[in-house]
């Protein structure tokens, strides 16, 4: 998990290879983008200066596919990680490339087992070091109040979007006798997709005063959509 992003090659020369006894080490991505159901919304770059020092952290947000939307039950429990998924929900945070803290949201807001889809990457650099209070062993940083303050939002959004769509995952395992079909499925898909595009573009009081008017003239195709 620490070193993911070398083993896979997304980070280096090319793949990292680690062996235990002989057996070589896969990478656990935790954000599962091999899941097709898996949502990202648009990365965001802050600036940050601390003393003489200054650089950029980047900030990447997934949403996770709840038990019914993963490929297999065993990609399911394999996704909850070592902390298992209310534990496993918060920020990863990684400096240049290395994973270095895991789990928990930086007290920008506390773990609910409703949102425990919600996963999120902050990324910087050496040169952030001090700003990031980074200690020798490299396993524990403290994030900056500066952008505690600037990704507040961001979280709290795609937190939104995980809540949405862990209560309609377990609305639809509450009624055991009637399948889901795949065109409701993907129409839960498209109105998170609409509401994760609504916030991107700063319209999510439009949104949902459509989603409003939509409950009002089409309550079936809302249901559909899961507004």
Known sequence: MVFHKFLSGEVGQGPL???????????WDPFARAEKATQELVEQVFEIE???????????????PGRDQ??????????????????????????AGRLVQWGGWAAVRSIDEHTKLARASLEFDTDLDEAFNINVAKMRVTVPSELRQM?????????????????????????????????????LDVG??????????????AFKKIAAELRKSDPKIAKVLGL
């Open 17 to 27: 290879v680690i062996t235990v006894n002989g057996q070589k080490l896969i990478p």
């Open 50 to 64: 601390h003393g003489d020092a200054s650089g950029v952290v980047t900030l990447r947000r997934y949403v996770l």
């Open 70 to 95: 993963f490929s297999s039950q065993a990609e399911f429990d394999r996704m909850s990680g070592p902390l298992k998924w209310n534990r496993q929900q918060g920020l990863y945070i990684y400096r």
């Open 151 to 187: 990704i507040e939002r961001p979280i709290n959004e795609i937190c939104s979007l995980a809540d949405d769509l862990y209560r309609k995952s377990s609305n639809s395992k509450g009624d055991r006798d009637r399948p889901v079909s795949d065109n409701f499925s993907a129409g």
């Open 192 to 205: 998170l997709a609409l509401k994760a595009a609504a916030m991107d573009a700063g319209e999510i009081g």
